[in-house]
């Protein structure tokens, strides 16, 4: 490994570092209110008090009331919260639920085990860049459909679904509730939950510099959900268990920073994508996945994916990796297996580029120079791999 | 199109002849008071009314801080033109354009208050009425009953065009009236007893007794959330004193007359305010007594308990029904605030049947016997811990240090 050189992380999609504002008040909050939030006494308050402002600041910033939030573990468990909960609160009106192909898998799984319960699910089929369209999912609705879910921006290539358009079509049918996941949308694209009409979103902390084991799920007052965690009855009795006062208040601070700079980071994300792929399209090895264009309003600004058709993705990513640069391949959650990405899959894409996709996205700490730097990377190991392909592609 | 203005109407102080004047200046205060936190209005002020241009601020926002305003007789939200007919008509048939549910009948209605205008109101009422029809031909005129009324108000600086008007809170400007103590415990009753003081324009110092602890910090806290709410019809500073009651409630667990209890915790809590009221410049005390609603609030009750006092005892609620007074609290915010379980200090030590006709005697020789008594309201009234609420802030000595560092951590 180049040892002059800093070590550039390209994986913000997968997790990203925590902002050093952050660290500190978790630190202090941790160290100062150790109380449980429940307690009565004068410490016990105090951490309470905190917990009410941190949620205070999540209405304000969202543009809703406090008490429609709930702190979670994560992005997950907000994800299976609002699928299963609004799923088994409403089961007595109807056992139909609507969502995507290309779901993250905590969403999936939910999905699988409704299936599993005798819950018929419909997986909207998306187009070549990942949407689905409005139209499927008018026709998909049934009198006997209770819960539609949608991402609002796919966690491997980026897709911005159509989640305005999907909420203005469900405001006619008040029987149905609207969940969406934001963890990957969250401090990159606006979001406006009472103007979409959404009844449910998702976000997660670690993906926007804050730390993990905290996630949030919004839940429109007036809709019913039946909890994954019993217990004391806390989170208005959505969830269960003693709060993370500390990781909750560093979150919503995290929170609060990345929503202010929302736009402007966008932006500079938006051309740090566009300068990457201008310098990509030179190689001929390399497809983008995807819409490639930074200005679509189909593309989230800080993701750009691609694939190298018929060249196991690992030997991108630890080539790149000796050259201190960390990406990725498909999502961190199914990184792991070989097999090829069931997103891209969807995306009508043949296997070989299927299985060989890379993601690169970015954070607040990249310039010009990184992106150049990664470019010129990716160039060296293409060059590198080039009169190899024979012998390390998959089959 | 939207609206440019807002028309606001004075209320009950146009009766007051000499001191119109002083209500008048009071009245603009508030208004602008009560804007305070919205940027970029203007305000204007003529006779019997104001007007506030809005430079862009939504006309939701700003109603929403006027709703709050006592003195208020009404407030429209009105577009401007300037005094030509053409100008009129147009802003006229904008107005109608710009209305979501379109009514089927109207009428307009002119109101020349400046007479130089060169058209006579019956002209004019037909000249843009006739306007509005051309552009709405499934419109009718009904000068009845119609379903709209599309006012225009022509003064010397312009014509005002408006369709509704809102009813204001009504009452004296806050604080025209002098000034008094209110008795706030964590019920439902004393915040609207607060409140309907507030509106006949008397100026507060809300006064709260804890018996730490025997209450809870969230019982205090609770009556610091229903101060904030009753800060924000103010228009200005409110305090609220937190009393020390403990040393003197269980003082008088101890005197072996429980039936009494309640009458004594009342006499002395009102002979503590009465001493407040004095060190702040206040000619009364305000209290949430209803008629009858508990043993303290019957009528013989309340002649024993009252005779501690030698300033007025006002009792806004007195001869309301449990269920009005809940519908005023819910309407003027105070309720779910209320009727959170934190025990205060009047339900403390309650005992199984407490007099509902004390003995005034009895009580006097009580009382009598505690030597130290007088000491002990003295250093209640000493130890007292204010707190300052503005426009729904609170500044609390205590917290203002812990309050700045979480701030930082958010």
């Known amino acids: 490994m180049n040892q002059e050189e800093p070590l550039l992380y390209f994986d913000h999609c997968a997790s990203t570092p925590p902002h050093p504002e952050v660290i500190r008040t978790l630190v202090e909050v941790m160290e100062r209110h150790y109380a449980n939030p429940s307690s009565i006494h004068r410490l016990g308050l105090d951490a309470g008090r905190l917990l009410g402002g941190a949620r205070e600041l999540m209405g304000r910033l969202f543009g809703t009331t406090s008490e429609e939030w709930v702190f979670t573990s994560g992005g997950t468990e907000s994800n299976q919260l609002a699928i299963k909960g609004a799923a088994y609160a409403a089961k007595h009106r109807g056992k139909h639920v609507i969502t995507s192909a290309t779901e993250h898998p905590s969403v999936r799984e939910a999905f699988e085990r409704l299936a599993a319960d005798g819950f018929e699910v419909t997986y909207l089929p998306v187009n070549d860049v990942g949407m689905i369209s409005i139209g499927q999912l008018q026709e998909a609705i049934r009198p006997d459909t209770t819960l539609v879910s949608l991402m609002h921006v796919n966690n491997e290539v980026g897709t911005i679904q159509p989640i305005e358009e999907a909420g203005k079509l469900l405001r006619q049918h008040p029987g149905i509730s609207f969940h969406v996941d934001g963890v990957q949308s969250i401090g990159k694209l606006p ?11 998702s976000g997660s902390a670690h993906k926007l510099r804050g730390p993990k084991g905290t996630g949030f799920l919004y839940v429109r007052s007036g809709m019913r959900l039946e909890p994954l965690l019993g217990g004391g009855g806390q989170e208005g009795g959505l969830r269960g268990g003693t709060p993370n006062v500390p990781g909750i208040v560093a979150s919503v601070k995290a929170l609060r920073m990345a929503l202010e700079s929302q736009q402007e980071r966008a932006e500079r994300m938006r051309a740090l994508r566009t300068r990457l792929l201008l310098r990509l399209q030179q190689l001929p090895e390399l497809i983008i996945n995807g819409e490639a264009d930074s200005l679509s309003v189909k593309q989230a600004p800080h993701i750009l994916h691609l694939s190298y058709p018929g060249m196991k993705p690992e030997v991108i990513v630890h080539a790149l990796e000796e050259r201190g640069i960390i990406i990725s391949t498909k999502s961190a959650c199914s990184s792991r297996d070989e097999r090829p990405s069931e997103v891209l899959l969807a995306m009508g894409y043949p296997i070989p580029r299927a299985a060989g996709g890379l993601r690169v996205s970015f954070g607040d700490e990249h310039d010009e120079a990184t992106v150049d730097r990664l470019a010129e990377a990716l160039e060296a190991v293409v060059r590198l791999l080039k009169p190899l392909e024979r012998g390390i592609t998959s089959k | ?3 440019d203005h807002i028309t606001v109407r004075y209320g009950e102080l146009t009766l007051k002849g ?39 601020v939504d006309y939701e926002q700003a109603a929403e801080g006027l709703r709050r305003v006592f003195g208020l007789h009404s407030f429209s939200p009105v577009i401007r033109a300037v005094n030509e007919l053409e100008a009129i008509k147009e802003a006229a048939l904008s107005l109608w354009e710009s209305l979501e549910v379109k009514p089927a009948t109207f009428k307009v209605k002119v109101k020349r208050g400046w007479k130089g205008f060169p058209h006579v109101t019956h002209e004019l009422q037909h000249l843009i009425g006739s306007h509005v029809l051309r552009a709405a031909p499934e419109l009718k005129v009904d000068v009845h009953r119609p379903e709209m009324e599309l006012n225009v108000d022509i003064q010397p600086e312009g014509a005002y065009i408006f369709c509704r008007s809102e009813p204001g809170a009504g009452g004296f400007p806050y604080g025209s009236n002098g000034k008094a103590m209110l008795l706030l415990s964590g019920g439902i009753d004393s915040p609207v007893a607060g409140w309907s003081a507030m509106r006949k324009g008397l100026e507060l110092e809300l006064v709260h007794y804890h018996s730490f602890p025997f209450t809870s910090e969230q019982a205090t806290d609770k009556v610091i959330e229903l101060a904030r709410q009753l800060s924000l019809y103010a ?17 008088f667990t101890g005197t072996g007359q429980d039936h009494l209890i309640i009458t004594l915790m009342r006499r002395a809590m009102l002979e503590i305010a009465g001493m407040l009221a004095e060190r702040n410049g206040a000619g009364g005390i305000v209290s949430g007594d209803s008629l009858g609603q508990v043993a303290s609030q019957t009528l013989d009750s309340m002649n024993v308990i009252g005779r501690v006092l030698d300033i007025p005892l006002l009792r806004p609620l007195i001869m309301m029904d449990k269920q009005e007074i809940i519908d005023q609290a819910v309407k003027i915010g105070t309720y779910t605030t209320s009727i959170l379980p934190f025990e205060d200090c009047c339900t403390l030590f309650v005992p199984k049947s407490p007099s509902t006709n004390p003995n005034l005697r009895v009580v006097e020789r009580t009382e009598n016997g505690i030597a130290e008594l007088k000491e002990l309201l003295l250093k209640a009234a000493d130890g007292v811990e204010t707190v300052n609420l503005d426009a729904g802030k609170v500044f609390r000595k205590k917290t203002v240090l812990q309050e700045a560092e979480e701030r930082d951590w958010f």
């Open chain 2, 235 to 251: 228009g200005k500073p409110l305090k609220l004193h937190l009393v020390p009651f403990t040393d003197i409630q269980t003082r």
């Open chain 2, 18 to 56: 000499r001191n119109r004047g002083r209500f008048e200046q009071q009245m603009f205060r508030q208004i602008k008071n009560s804007l305070r936190h919205l940027e970029g209005l203007e305000f204007e002020k003529t006779y019997a009314r104001a007007y506030i241009k809005l430079n862009g």
């Open chain 2, 1 to 3: 199109m939207k609206y």
């Open chain 1, 191 to 201: 979001i406006r939950l009472r103007e979409w009409g959404v009844d449910l979103f």
